[in-house]
Structure formats: C-alpha cells, structure tokens
C-alpha cells in the first residue's frame, strides 16, 4: 500500500509535500469503528480526496476513538488537489457532515450567558472558554471564535453593566453549602491525580485530578 501511494504520487514530482494525513477523533467512545470510518470517507470526498486512493486506519486503544486518514496529494490526472483554506474548509465540512450550525449554538450560548448574573468580567469569559471558543476584545466587544472562524460577539460594556448590578443570592450560597455538606459524607472529596492513558494500560502525563465529590 505504501508503495502504490509513493507511485501514485510520482505522477506530479513537483509537489513536494506529496503525503495526506489527518485524524479525526471522537470524545471517549462517542462513535464506533464503523460510524468513525463513514464519517471519515465523507470527509475526504468533500475535502477533494475521495476518488483518491486512500487509507483509513482506526485506533481505540487510547482515551478518545480516532481514525487516521492517509492518501496523496495528486489527484489521479497527476494535478495537485486544492489545499488552499484547508484548516477552514476542514471544519467547514466537518460541520456539515455532524450537522451542526456553529452560529447557532453560539446565539443560543449568548442568550444563556444573558440570563446568569456575575460578579466579574473575567467570570464570563471563563464560560464561554469552558465551552470552546477563544475570545478577543477589539472595539469595546468581545469576539467569539470556534472552528477558526468569527462565530458571535458581546458588548463589553452590556457586560460590565451586569457585573456592576450583581448581588449574591444568600439563600442559594446558603442551600448549595447544605447541599456540599450533605454529599461530602457519602462522597470522598480526596482529591486523586488523573493521568493520560497510554498503549498497555500504562499511564503519561499528568492531566488534573478528580474526586469522588467531584464526579458527583
């Protein structure tokens, strides 16, 4: 297999970053071999590849489901296949396929954000980078980015006008105390180091840590 691609790519020497490859990962074991296998050939044919001889392997001996996708950069005439906007056009598609509309999740993120109160700025960015995006401030607004692209953005100043009218809720901090105390008899609060998994169930790197409360 790996000869034939050497061959099929000889066809345009010019190229010299003739080899594709790219992965695509699931969380945990969110999709199988199969359902990861079909989204993986839908992917290559909307990127360009798909009358391309290619490979998909699949791996499930690590944390998140994966398959890797290697094929040539020629296309079966001998011409280079478009790589221009590759990163963008990659989410692009890739949206498609999961049938996800990104700015939608993102207005409906903004209209949940509206509803919370916070003490500070910094409170609310911290929401929505838990959720994936990458924020800039530019203009008095706060820009929203996932997938590499503009998704939404917020006025800062709207922001700051909830934190300067934030009051604690004293019943809640005092019901969700109860709530702590509660639980923390029946759960362990110990914290215990998380580690990546590695092949043959041995651990890599420390990755955070987690509790029994916690998990709760």
């Keep these: 297999m790996k000869t034939f691609l050497k061959v099929h790519s000889n066809r345009n020497t010019r190229v010299k ?10 969380k945990g074991r969110e999709y199988d071999k199969k359902e990861l296998t079909e989204i993986a050939e839908k992917w290559l044919r909307s990127m360009g590849y798909g009358d391309n001889p290619y490979l998909v392997v699949f791996h499930g001996d690590t944390k998140n489901n994966h398959v890797h996708m290697v094929s040539s950069r020629i296309d079966n005439n001998g011409k280079k296949i478009n790589d221009s906007m590759e990163r963008i056009r990659a989410q692009k598609h890739m949206l498609e396929i999961m049938d996800r509309n990104p700015e939608n999740e993102c207005t409906k993120l903004l209209n949940e954000l509206n509803r919370f109160s916070f003490s500070t700025l910094n409170q609310a960015k911290l929401f929505l980078e838990t959720r994936g995006y990458s924020l800039k401030e530019k203009d008095g607004n706060l820009s929203l980015y996932k997938f590499g692209l503009l998704q939404g953005e917020l006025s ?34 110990a914290p215990v180091p998380t580690f990546e998994p590695l092949k043959g169930n041995r651990l890599g790197k420390p990755t955070g840590y ?6 709760f």
């Design 210 to 215: 987690r509790s029994e409360m916690a998990d």
């Design 17 to 26: 970053q003739q080899q594709f490859h790219a992965m695509i990962s699931c």
């Design 156 to 189: 800062i100043k709207k922001l700051t006008a909830i934190t300067e009218s934030y009051s604690p809720d004293k019943a809640r901090i005092k019901q969700l105390h109860a709530l702590f105390d509660k639980y923390r008899k029946v759960y362990s609060s």
